[in-house]
């Protein structure tokens, strides 16, 4: 039986978002479906043709369901979480592609620490790097790339600590990169360095991930420390 795939840090936190959404606008949502039900049954004793009372079910159906998504969405951080999902579900899905062509070695995804995660870890030739990624709607303001560059440079000191730690017994330097998805990487113009971050925009990472086939960590020392960093991942999943 395969093995079922764990869920992100992000996923869990929309995850509880959703149940904190359930919990406290249930009253609201129970009024909906009880509105939806009376409204679905005004055809059905006016002899309303059966084609056009399941289309008007089930477009009903639909409405409320788009509703409740929505009210969700605009509610708390959800919609800034399912966005965070999906840059780094592209992320993983260039990684993968990535170490299908030979670029990296391996990516290891989701090591929780303190209450947070750090994307992803690369190893490549090219040594050991750190992933922080981001979604960004609107222009990425410099406030914001130093916000963000700033945590890229928290989860790459994290992750020496780990490679140091008596879990794995490793010291290796690490790189640290940010890479932004979203409308607003269209801004961000080529690959470029924020202090000692490299900042990625999303359409680039490819590319960018190409150039890391070079370097000085060879394929079975590659091998060895993932074994660890993953093993060391998987004890660290937070509930």
């Known amino acids: 039986m395969a093995k079922k795939q764990r869920k992100s840090y992000v996923q869990r936190q929309l995850d509880r ?51 409740v998504g929505l009210a969700f969405l605009l509610s708390g951080s959800a919609m800034h979480l399912l966005a965070g999902s999906y840059g780094e579900a592209y992320t993983q899905d260039a990684l993968a592609v990535a170490c299908t062509r030979g670029h990296i070695w391996h990516a290891v995804h989701n090591v929780e620490l303190g209450g947070a995660d750090i994307d992803s870890i690369i190893l490549a030739p090219a040594g050991v790097l750190a992933i922080e990624t ?14 963000a560059a700033a945590q890229a440079d928290r989860n790459a000191r994290k992750t020496r600590s780990v490679l140091r730690s008596k879990d794995i017994g490793e010291v290796h330097e690490v790189r640290a990169v940010l890479v932004v998805w979203g409308g607003g990487q269209r801004e961000l113009g080529a690959v470029r360095d924020i202090g000692d971050v490299t900042l990625v925009p999303g359409d680039l990472l490819g590319n960018w991930l190409a150039s890391l086939s070079t ?7 590659a091998e060895a420390l993932h074994c660890r960093l993953a093993s060391f991942a998987n004890s660290r999943v937070l509930v």
């Open 134 to 147: 981001k979604w960004r709607f609107g222009s990425p303001d410099d406030r914001w790339l130093d916000q």
């Open 215 to 221: 370097g000085r960590m060879a394929q079975d020392n």
């Open 17 to 67: 978002e959703l149940r904190r959404f359930l919990r406290t606008k249930w009253r609201v949502i129970l009024s909906s479906v009880a509105m939806t039900v009376a409204v679905c049954v005004v055809p059905l004793s006016i002899g309303t043709p059966p084609y056009v009372t399941g289309l008007l079910h089930a477009s009903m159906a639909m409405s409320l369901l788009g509703i």
